[in-house]
């Protein structure tokens, strides 16, 4: 069977318990939202495939518990996380006073490289916001980082930041894999021929 993907990237959603990260991985790897709140127990993921550039993107996000209890389990995952999507709500502002221990969290496990965005959910939700716009812009440029306003009720914004992120990485992947073989898209041109190669001899053997 041929592969239905060019390159695996490994997101992760980090943040306070109740902002939204399963919510928001849900609408969009699933194009569903679910009021009801079940706090995320440890780590659990999801896959979706996107296309940049005419590159077929595979992503695989992981959404973490944000409960102190879970922090030792979840730290693991940073290790291997080339994109970062923090989540605060913005009708909860120790949520969003909190983003600098993940952020330091992430200074210490993460890979050096690592892309990073801020989103700001529950937009529409206005008349309880207690994190102005502002103050998220604000503290996203004091990290370098992109941000985002989202709501996972609405879809607001919601493929916009996860598409960012991942965008970020494969520019990032790109600059290093350019760096040590050249060429991005001829290293993915030669993949795929060797792919169809495989195809063929495989056919070939079946044949007989």
Not at 20 to 38: N, Q, W
Not at 73 to 85: D, E, L, P, S
């Amino acid at each position: 069977m041929a592969k239905q993907y060019d390159i695996l990237f490994r997101l992760l959603l980090l943040g306070d318990s109740g902002v939204g990260k399963t919510c928001m991985l849900r609408r969009f790897a699933e194009g569903e939202f679910d009021p009801s709140h079940i706090s995320t127990i440890g780590v659990d993921f999801k896959m979706k495939t996107l296309v940049i550039d005419g590159i077929r993107v595979r992503v695989q996000i992981w959404d973490t518990a944000g409960q102190e209890r879970y922090q030792t389990i979840t730290k693991q995952y940073y290790r291997r996380a080339q994109g970062i999507v923090f989540v605060y709500d913005i009708t909860d502002e120790p949520s969003f006073l909190h983003i600098g221990k993940w952020a330091s969290d992430v200074d210490e496990y993460a890979p050096e490289k690592v892309q990073m965005i801020l989103v700001g959910n529950k937009a529409d939700n206005e008349p309880k916001r207690r994190v102005t716009k502002a103050q998220g812009s604000k503290l996203a440029e004091a990290y370098g980082m992109e941000f985002f306003e989202a709501s996972a009720s609405t879809s607001r914004n919601i493929k916009e930041s996860f598409t960012r992120v991942t965008e970020l990485v494969l520019q990032a992947y790109k600059n290093d894999v350019d760096h040590l073989l050249g060429s991005l898209d001829d290293y993915l041109d030669r993949a795929a021929l060797q792919d169809q190669k495989d195809d063929q001899d495989a056919s070939r053997t079946c044949a007989c």
